[in-house]
C-alpha cells in the first residue's frame, strides 16, 4: 500500500519568522527574517527546495561584542553581487528598550548563503539628526546601476526613501528624497500618533517599475499591503489605487511585509509575507504564501494581482515535489528523517537521538491561548481521512505546566492535544484548543513515568487515551474539532518553570482507519491496472 502524498499547504505556514526575505540560489531557497523570539539575537537563516517545508540553519548573522549590530536585529535582505553574498538589515548599537531605538542599517558580507555574515559597514550611513534608519531594500536595475532603498523614521510618520548607491554597495552615491509617504485613509492607522509607511520592494514588470509596500504599525492587525507605480527607477512613484493589495480579512490580521519570488519552476510568483499568528491580537509573527500576477489594464498598464490572504488549503507551488505524509518510527534511528520531519521553533541543542530513541530537553515556552513560543515541535504532514497516532515516553515533569504530548496541529491556535504533565501533580492533560479558546480534560496519573499516549481521529471527533502496555488502553477525552489540513507529532515544554526535563520518546506510530486502508488499496489496484 503506497503512501499518501500531500500536494497542497496551508497559511501561516509553521515558520515563526517576521519581515520574511527568500533568496533563491542553485536550486534552495533561503528565509532570512526578524527573530520574534528573540530579535536580539541575530538574523535567522532557512532552507527549502519548495518554499513550503522549511529547515533551521541557524542564524547566519550572530551577534558578537565587537559588532556595531547589539540589538534589534530586524528586517534583513541578502542579495548574490559577483561571487559574493551581501546582507542588508537594521539594527541599534543600544539596548534602548523604547523609541527611539537609534536604528541604523547595517551591511555584511559572506561567501555563503548561510553565512556567517561579517560586517562590512556599520552602519551604512548615517539618517539625519533625530532621524532612524530601517527596513533596507537594494533594487539593481538593468543596467547594472545599484539603487538603495529604505524607510526613514521621523517625528511622527515614517517615510520610503531613495538613494542611488556606490557600486562596490558600501555607501549612498546620492542624496537620499523621500519618494513615499502615507497619505491614503487605508494608510493612517496610527500607533500613539505615528503613522507608517514601511518595508519598500521593487520589482519590474514590463514597462513600469512596482514599489510594494507596507502601511501601518506591525503589531494592528490593519497592517496591509499596497504599491506604487513609476516609468523610472528615480520615480516619480504614483499609488495608482486608494486600497491595499493585501489586506487583514476574518481570519487573518497583519498581513504585509512581502517580497516576490518565483516558484521552483520558475512559472509561478508568490508573495511571501508575514500574518499575526492570531487574527484576533497582535502576537508572534507567522511566514505567509500567496500567488501573485500581473492583468493587463487600461492603455495596456499592467496590475499586480494578489491571490489572499488566504487560510484554506492552496495547491503546492508548480515544480515542488508533493509532500510525504506522515509513517510510523518504531526507531527514530541515528539521525533525524527530514525528508518527513519538520522541527518548528527548533532548538538544535535542546533535543538528540540516542539507541534510536528521540529526547527533547524541555524549555520554556508554551502553546497556549496567545502564547507560542514553544520550542521543538516535530511535525510530519497528516493524509485526508481518518487515523490514530501512539507514542511510548519516559517523563518524569515535577512542576506545573511540564508536559510532553502527543499533537494533531493545524497552527498554534488550533490543534488537540494529549500531554503526560504536571498540575498540582501528576496527571494526563486531553486539551483542544480553537480559535485561541482552550478547553481540557483531565485523568491523575496513577500509571507510571512511563507511559503509552494516543489520540484517534474519526471525521472531525478526537479520543485521547493513555495506556501501560500500548494494548490496554485508558480514555481520557474526547473532543470535536474542525481541523484544516493538520500535521501528527510530539513535543515536550516547560511553561513557567524552564526546568530542563528530559522526554524520551520511544518511537512514533502511525496508522490510518481500515476504511481508509480500503480506499488506498482500491487506489493503488486501479493504478497497477493502468
Known sequence: MAQQLRTAFRNPLPVQVADPWILSHEGAYYLYGTHDRDPHAGIPVYTSTDLVHWRWEGFAFKRHRKNFAQHHHWSPEVQRVGDAFYMFFCASPNPTPEPPLQMRIVLARSDSPLGPFVELEAPLFEPEPGDEAIEPHLFMDDDGAPHFFWTRVTTGQNQ???????????????????????EQAWESHAWDGHQVVEGPFVHKEGAHYYLFYTANHFRDPNYAMGYARARAITGPWVKPREAPILQRSETVAGPGNGVIVSSPDGTESFLAYHTHQSPREAGWRMLALDRLHFETGEDDVLIPVLVGPTNTPQPLPQGASALPTAQSFPDFGEGLDRSQWLVVN???????????????????????KQHADFQNLFLQYAPA???????????????????????????????????????????????????????????????????????????????????????????????????????????????GSGSERIAVFENFLFEVSEAEKAIMTAVDDATNAE
Open 160 to 182: 520610503i526613501c531613495h538613494a542611488p548607491m556606490r557600486e562596490d554597495l558600501t555607501g549612498l552615491a546620492g542624496s537620499p528624497e523621500v519618494i513615499l509617504t502615507a
Open 385 to 495: 481521512g481518518d487515523f490514530a497516532i501512539k507514542a511510548q515516553v519516559a517523563f518524569h515533569p515535577a512542576q506545573n505546566f511540564e508536559q510532553a504530548f502527543l499533537i494533531v496541529y493545524q497552527d498554534p491556535d488550533h490543534y488537540v492535544r494529549l500531554s503526560h504533565a504536571y498540575d498540582d501533580d501528576l496527571e494526563f492533560l486531553a486539551a483542544y484548543e480553537v480559535a485561541g479558546d482552550f478547553q481540557y480534560d483531565r485523568l491523575p496519573n496513577t500509571l507510571d513515568s512511563d507511559v503509552w499516549l494516543a489520540i484517534r481521529k474519526e471525521g472531525d471527533c478526537y479520543t485521547q487515551s493513555v495506556s501501560t502496555d500500548g494494548e490496554n488502553w485508558i480514555k481520557v477525552g474526547h473532543c470535536e474539532v474542525a481541523l484544516e489540513a493538520p500535521m501528527v507529532g510530539l513535543g515536550a515544554i516547560s511553561p
Open 346 to 368: 527548533e532548538a538544535p541543542a535542546a533535543w538528540e537521538l540516542k539507541a534510536g530513541r528521540l529526547h527533547i530537553h524541555t524549555q520554556d515556552g508554551d502553546m497556549w
